[in-house]
């Protein structure tokens, strides 16, 4: 039996963890990917590109994808609707290419309840609180009150990893960088529930 439909990787961590260095690290090495992007129905500014930065629809089109159960999750936000939009993901996951979600617990919980049969999640995470606010100073863009806030957010972060189905410590980066390898490419290999039940029931035929 062929297993030729796409599959889902979640990564969550604290803001500073590395996700995006780690991913940078791997992606030419674990095939085709679509890493999902927001749905809003606000204008495109200079220097956006629809597709790249976010997908930009109507509001129209946004309420309608509502009423269809299109959205993994959504918000209005001062007059305007972002959400993560189940179409491109659905056309990715049929073209064979591995969806990668950047995103917290919560939505990682909304995931797994729709789409866990083909979904592998991975938290990544500092070896340490202190090394977390070390990384947070280093990087220089963020006020010391909103480094508190990130250092907060990441302890209650941290209590939700048996959440997920896999942990890296991202301690040294290229140690980090070949686990998530392996584990996107594991990602690959998940069979959907019904592409189980089609195995099960051409395993009983007999000729």
């Not at 890493?35 to 956006?48: D, H, K, L, M, V």
């Not at 993901?89 to 919560?106: E, N, S, T, Y």
């Not at 392996?182 to 009983?204: G, H, M, P």
Request: hydrophobic share 35%; glycine share 6%.
């Amino acid at each position: 039996m062929d297993h030729n439909s796409g599959a889902i990787l979640v990564l969550s961590g604290p803001s500073g963890a590395g996700k995006s260095t780690l991913l940078k690290e791997v992606i030419n090495d674990i095939g085709e990917c679509y890493f999902s992007i927001s749905t809003t129905t606000r204008q495109i500014r200079e220097g956006e590109s629809n597709g790249v930065d976010y997908h930009f629809i109507s509001t129209k089109e946004f309420q309608a994808d509502i009423d269809d159960g299109m959205f993994l999750e959504y918000a209005l936000v001062h007059g305007n609707y972002y959400g993560t939009s189940l179409k491109p993901v659905r056309k990715a996951l049929k073209a064979a290419k591995l969806v990668i979600f950047d995103i917290d617990v919560q939505g990682n919980e909304i995931i797994s309840k729709r789409l866990g049969d083909i979904s592998t999640s991975v938290f990544i995470s500092p070896p340490t609180l202190n090394e977390l606010k070390t990384r947070l100073k280093g990087r220089k863009t963020d006020t010391e009150d909103v480094i508190v806030a990130r250092l907060e957010m990441a302890k209650q972060e941290i209590q939700r990893i048996s959440e997920y189905d896999y942990l890296i410590i991202n301690d040294e980066l290229k140690t980090a960088a070949n686990r998530l390898k392996v584990i996107a490419q594991a990602a690959r290999l998940k069979f959907a529930d019904n592409e189980i039940d089609e195995f099960k029931q051409k395993w009983e035929d007999i000729d």
